[in-house]
């Protein structure tokens, strides 16, 4: 039986950062160990049969063995590469199998920013990543600086802590795009939506064309860019539409019409909603170093 943990008290200024580290550590449960060990303060101590319930964010990857989690009434199997996400006040229990034990590793957070960083993960319990020698090493690296506990530590774990959440979304993604077929007809659109920027595309005909279901093909498509083929189109036209507005002397109904829209009171609602001002606004007076 390994174990390592370390459990803070952050300072105003830590909170006030927006991030800051609950507790980082590590354990080694041997085969028919008993789970959890013992020494973690009231409040994150449980047991199986009572499980618990926290005021904080946790993540906890399992490097080696196997295990169970119930989380919210329901019951996940957690293999070697699991990553489990505990969310606050949402109540849960885990435990490894006794035949293999298992290594996790583990962080916990919080502050105001807290569940937007994890915005891209939406509200995924469990995500089968596999071994990962970078997550094990970013979870290893925030431990060390718990530990040491340097001058303004907090703030440099807050880094490594977005920077491990971007790791798993970006290898949850790529995993999930194995099939080169799928990314290449996403870039293909892509590049097809920029080359035809000015037009009107129907994505139902484009995924028709792929072979693909227009749910299938926007599922993959957002999950992919994090927007619609729709919205990441408009987007496309919006940003046309300020270099444009910017570097040409076109009338705002030229603009709109010329990139397809068909009124120039949507255009500019679009445009509103996006940008945060309206056309006419966003051209006096600026210059291309705004786009």
């Known amino acids: 039986m390994k174990k390592s943990f370390s459990y803070l008290s952050p300072s105003d200024k830590d909170k006030d950062f927006g991030l800051y580290i609950t507790v980082s550590g590590n354990y080694t449960a041997s085969p028919y160990s008993p789970y959890p060990e013992k020494g973690h303060p009231s409040g994150y101590y449980f047991d199986w049969e009572t499980g618990r319930t926290i005021e904080e964010y946790q993540i906890i990857y399992v490097a080696e063995g196997e295990g169970y989690l119930e989380y919210q009434q329901k019951h996940f199997t957690i293999g070697k590469g699991s990553v489990l996400f505990i969310r606050p006040n949402e109540h849960h229990r885990y435990q490894p199998k006794k035949e293999t034990g298992w290594t996790e590793h583990y962080v916990g957070f919080s502050g105001q920013i807290a569940d937007r960083v994890l915005l891209g993960l939406k509200s995924q319990v469990v995500i089968e990543l596999g071994n990962s020698i970078k997550i094990i090493e970013l979870l290893k690296t925030i431990e060390t600086h718990v530990e040491k506990k340097n001058p303004s530590f907090q703030k440099i774990c807050a880094g490594l802590l977005i920077n491990l959440i971007g790791q798993i979304e970006a290898q949850t993604t790529t995993s999930l795009f194995e099939n080169k077929k799928v990314l290449s007809l996403i870039e293909n659109t892509i590049k097809t939506m920029q080359e035809n920027v000015n ?23 957002k999950l992919y860019t994090g927007l619609s083929p729709h919205a990441y189109f408009i987007d496309l036209k919006i940003q046309e539409s300020k270099r444009q507005i910017l570097s040409t002397s076109k009338n705002m109904t030229e603009i709109a019409y010329d990139l397809g829209f068909n009124s120039l009171q949507y255009f500019s609602k679009l445009f509103k909603k996006r940008v945060g001002v309206s056309p006419q606004n966003y051209r006096r007076p600026r210059s291309a170093e705004f786009l």
């Open 199 to 221: 037009q009107e595309l129907n994505f139902e005909h484009l995924a028709t064309g792929y072979g693909m279901s227009y749910s299938h093909f926007r599922q993959s498509f």
